[in-house]
């Protein structure tokens, strides 16, 4: 038994998705012809009299406040992974058979009733609907069958008796070909029922092979076996804009727009959101693109909205922005409890997006955890984003108590010290001048001799006059206050 | 008790539930702290931090040992591995003479000017991701800090009443409105 999930209109309910029309009549036309026709309508551009096969001109004529949409592959592909992945979700074997149908193979999911079936129908094109696409289905022992019933289904049909179910049919389902189609059509054969009718040999005599594997296509009996896809664990909405955007409001509506459907498509498969990769096209044809990692895994779209926001208030681009692509790199959801004695951050995502605002508030590399390099040069460290989940606790931690704690002075003070007998006795600076009443040095250091970032300087401790306490030092670049004992 | 009193701690109540309307609720529960036990090591050094409200520790002139202050409390903080954020208003701490294990639990923002560090201030206090937050204005020159609105201390106090968070504000002056505790710093020398 099989069951087919049948999109119509596919094309323009994927560019639908992404600019609800309501109930506005919508036509998509083909672009690329010189002279575009109309590919696809919707039930309010049908009822206006708009079909397919119309020019523009003649279906603007037909319905004044008709919108006319052009194809878009970033929206199909889109809404072709949704279908896929609804699809996965309720069968393991799926196969992509066509633009906007996906066939399903029922063994083993026990759906023998038709009860169970259709109940099971409703669950998949509910799924659907949470992602702006109606689609059809139909179930029947072979594939062939059960694509034409989804194509006429409403929403649903379940084919259990075969001349009944094609008796019925109309003819046009098959899309015979055009020669055969006229033929058929002269002799007033309607539906698919009255062409089966004519019986294999008459076909085989008189319409020949064409004839016969459109005989073949309704009364198979053998089932074909499915070109089995798995769909990918990574997840896109993509858009081209119409018109070029220069602000940030319109790019958050469509980014909390691409969030809800995403995370929408990871809860049904019980995944969260791991990666945000996030795409810009710029009218100049530049690409930019920004991979933000989520700390602790999650499908709450106000968390991800507030980090892309951070990122985007910050973001200066050179020409406006044409297309925009967000992925989602999924991943398990992990539990976390806390402990009694807590080493962890209470709320990872809210740390991160704080991190990121004080980032953009300080500068970069002026935020983080600090780690000294592996040298004696002085005030030498870098800053790294933390990982405050890796610290195990419990860990001895030196700290002399008698030590005299530093403040630095970054950059260093320039200074004119005056000596005697190798001891500065006088300072002067922008912070401070007087007489110098005690020291302690020369402590002389240097480093990196080998390459054209060596240094090298002597460094005193002394206490001034009015009792200021201040480490100064002598380089090649002259004499510096380098900060104050406090 | 008139009826228009009544009224009133009513409608307090009503507005602001779990504020205290009447003398004796406030003394039935004393303000949470965090014991630091740090007179031992030098006399004017505090034994308790005050948890969800304003330190100010005023350290006017030179050598009061607020450097050091600063260094004991960030150890104390690692000790009990908690996570510490230092808003850095001029840029000073030496880090150098920290131990590795007090800066993997440090979150250190380098600031450049008073506004920066006030912003940093009120961004982390609102994460409540911190145990433990130190604003060192200390070597920010004195006519910058004395700009700074009251209303600023009022927000920030009220940012953290809800919360556990210690929040330390080293200050070259008295300086800090909305302070439930000062510890006052003098020279040593």
Not at chain 1, 125 to 142: C, E, I, N, P
Not at chain 1, 229 to 241: K, L, R, Y
Not at chain 1, 265 to 284: D, K, M, P, Q, Y
Not at chain 1, 437 to 446: A, D, K
Request: aromatic share 8%; net charge neutral.
């Amino acid at each position: 038994m099989f069951a087919v999930i049948y999109i119509p209109n596919f094309s323009l309910q994927a560019v639908l998705r992404g600019d609800p029309a309501g109930d506005a009549p919508v036509a998509m036309v083909d672009g690329e012809s010189s002279k575009p026709l109309v590919i696809e309508v919707n039930s309010s551009a049908l009822a206006a009299g708009v079909e397919t096969g119309l020019t523009a001109n003649q279906a603007m004529a037909r319905c004044g406040n008709l919108r006319l949409k052009s194809r878009s592959d970033p929206c199909e592909t889109s809404a072709t992974e949704i279908l896929m992945q609804v699809a996965y979700h309720f069968s393991a074997n799926i196969e992509a058979t066509a633009r906007g149908t996906c066939t399903l193979e029922l063994k083993g999911l026990s759906l023998e009733a038709e009860t169970a079936q259709r109940a099971w129908g409703i669950k998949i094109l509910d799924s659907l609907a949470t992602f702006q696409l109606a689609g059809q289905m139909g179930f029947a022992r072979t594939t062939e069958l059960a694509l034409l019933a989804a194509q006429v289904a409403q929403p649903i049909l379940v084919v259990q008796n075969l001349t009944e179910f094609i008796s019925v049919l109309p003819l046009s389902v098959l899309a015979p070909p055009l020669a055969i189609g006229n033929i058929l059509d002269l002799w007033g054969i309607e539906t698919v029922g009255a062409f089966i009718a004519l019986g294999r040999d008459a076909v085989a005599e008189r319409l020949g092979e064409e004839g016969l594997e459109l005989f073949n296509s309704v009364l198979t009996d053998s089932a074909r076996p499915l070109k089995l896809v798995t769909p990918p664990e990574f997840f896109t909405e993509q858009i081209e804009f119409e018109n070029e955007v220069e602000t940030l409001d319109p790019l958050i509506v469509v980014l909390r727009r691409f969030l809800l459907q995403l995370t929408r498509r990871l809860t049904v498969i019980h995944l969260v959101t791991g990666e945000l990769i996030l795409e810009f096209g710029l009218a100049s044809g530049e690409k930019i693109q920004r991979v933000f990692k989520v700390p602790a895994p999650t499908n709450d779209v106000e968390i991800l909205c507030r980090t892309l926001r951070t990122y985007l208030e910050t973001l200066q681009t050179t020409a406006p922005i044409v297309f925009l692509s967000l992925a989602i790199r999924a991943t398990q959801l992990q539990g976390h409890q806390f402990g009694l004695f807590e080493t962890t951050l209470r709320n990872p995502n809210q740390f991160s997006e704080t991190a990121a605002r004080l980032a953009a508030l300080c500068g970069a590399g002026r935020v983080g955890v600090p780690v000294i390099e592996p040298t004696h040069k002085p005030d030498s460290f870098r800053i790294e984003m933390p990982r405050f989940d890796a610290t195990t606790p419990g860990r001895k931690i030196r700290w002399e108590t008698n030590q005299t704690a530093l403040r630095r002075f970054r950059p260093v003070v320039p200074a004119v010290l005056d000596f005697r007998e190798q001891k500065p006795i006088f300072i002067r600076s922008q912070l401070l001048a007087g007489n110098i009443t005690n020291t302690r040095g020369p402590f002389v250091s240097s480093g990196q001799w080998w390459n054209l970032d060596r240094w090298g300087r002597e460094e005193w401790d002394i206490q001034t006059v009015a009792g200021v306490h201040l480490r100064v030092f002598r380089s090649t670049d002259g004499d510096f206050i380098e900060g104050i004992y406090d | 008790m008139s009826d228009a009193s009544i009224q009133l701690r009513a409608l307090l109540a009503e507005k602001f539930p779990g504020m205290a309307t009447q003398l004796h609720e406030t003394s039935a529960v004393s303000p949470p702290v965090w014991p630091v036990q740090l007179s031992s090591l030098a006399a004017n050094w505090p034994n308790e931090l005050a948890k969800g409200a304003l330190t100010e520790v005023v350290c006017a002139g030179v050598n009061t040992g607020s450097a050091g202050l600063m260094q004991a409390l960030l150890v104390c903080g690692a000790r009990e591995n908690q996570i510490i954020g230092v808003v850095d208003g001029s840029d000073s701490l030496d880090v150098a003479q920290l131990d590795p294990n007090v800066l993997s639990r440090l979150f250190w923002v380098r600031c450049r000017s008073v506004p920066e560090a006030l912003k940093a201030a009120d961004l982390m206090l609102r994460d409540n991701n911190f145990s433990l937050v130190l604003l060192d204005l200390k070597l920010n020159p004195q006519s910058h800090l004395r700009k700074i609105p009251a209303t600023i201390w009022y927000r920030l106090q009220r940012l953290i009443e809800k919360t556990s968070t210690v929040f330390v504000i080293f200050t070259p002056c008295l300086l800090v409105k909305a302070t439930r505790q000062r510890v006052m710093l003098s020279s040593f020398i």
